[in-house]
């Protein structure tokens, strides 16, 4: 199993898209790379042992509410993403929540003051420079929190996620233990797999499930995983050129399917929250 592994990523690392322009020294490729390790892992491991193991606890079973969207996006701030977000979110009225990178926040103040200027939107620790959790000491993953928790002074709820969403049982008991409610998603909108030509290599395509009709449809396919689920808490990035341009296209094609968009505090999502 470990070899069909290590050849797998060699094949989904070869068929990488040029990555998007670099933001402050983060290496999107490598980040890429993690999502698609992860899917794999998932696909190739009995599902008793990762539950066992609290893996990937992220991803949420629980049965979100009917025709409720919560957006959530990772990763920024990113200067000329972070603003063009909010504009959009503007225009649809729609809340959202943005997992915070420290080391971002630490770089563009100005934009984590713009998000929590609009009173609608929230904001979540992302840990400070988005490792891999499964590689970290438990002293290390709490470095990782609390030197972000330092510059979003959280005054509300206070909101995790895991970077790429890899939990564990240890983890989670430490996160719980500093009065965090972890977030994972109903539907991962794998905006990280697509070029900003808008493209998706055909590797990618299988682990995302995209569908035929959707090979080139980027919003198609996403409202397509909301519709599985009749809603959900929604993952996005701010990352990726690509997707940003079309998330007005996304949110009114959504309006128009009859889903309304809340924020992850709402009730009805109190069971998705752990």
């Known amino acids: 199993m470990k070899l069909v592994f290590a050849i797998l990523i060699g094949i989904f690392s070869s068929n990488s898209f040029a990555t998007e322009a670099s933001h402050a020294n983060t290496d999107y490729s490598k980040i890429q790379k993690q999502h698609t390790a992860r899917i794999l892992q998932q696909k190739s491991t009995n599902e008793e ?3 066992a193991n609290c893996k990937y606890e ?26 063009d977000i909010l504009a959009v979110l503007k225009k649809h009225q729609a809340p ?18 713009l998000i929590l200027s609009d009173q609608h939107h929230l904001i979540g620790n992302h840990s400070w420079d988005h490792p891999n959790f499964h590689e970290l000491t438990v002293t290390d993953q709490l470095s990782e929190i609390t030197k972000t928790e330092s510059l979003l002074q959280e005054t509300g709820e206070k909101l995790f996620r895991y970077p790429f969403g890899n939990s564990s049982c240890e983890a989670n008991q430490m996160v719980k233990s500093h009065n965090y409610k972890i977030v994972g998603w109903h539907v991962d909108s794998c905006d990280w797999a697509f070029s900003q030509n808008g493209e998706m290599n055909i590797a990618d395509r299988a682990l995302c499930g995209v569908t035929p009709e959707n090979i080139d449809d980027y919003v198609g396919h996403v409202v397509s995983q909301i519709k599985k689920r009749n809603g959900g808490i929604v993952l996005l990035h701010e990352t990726h050129r690509y997707s940003i341009m079309k998330l007005d296209e996304l949110l009114t094609k959504l309006e128009q399917e009859g889903y309304q968009f809340s924020s992850i ?10």
Do not use: Q, W
């Not at 009917?66 to 603003?83: N, V, Y």
């Not at 959202?96 to 003051?113: C, D, N, Q, S």
């Not at 505090?265 to 752990?274: G, M, R």
């Open 49 to 51: 042992i990762l539950k």
């Open 58 to 83: 992220s991803d949420i079973s629980e049965k979100p509410p009917a025709k409720k969207i919560a957006l959530t996006f990772d990763d920024g701030p990113i200067p000329g993403h972070t603003e």
């Open 96 to 113: 959202a929540t943005f997992f915070i990178v420290g080391e971002h926040a630490k770089a563009h103040p100005r934009l984590l003051e």
């Open 265 to 274: 505090l709402d009730k009805e999502f109190s069971t998705s929250l752990k």
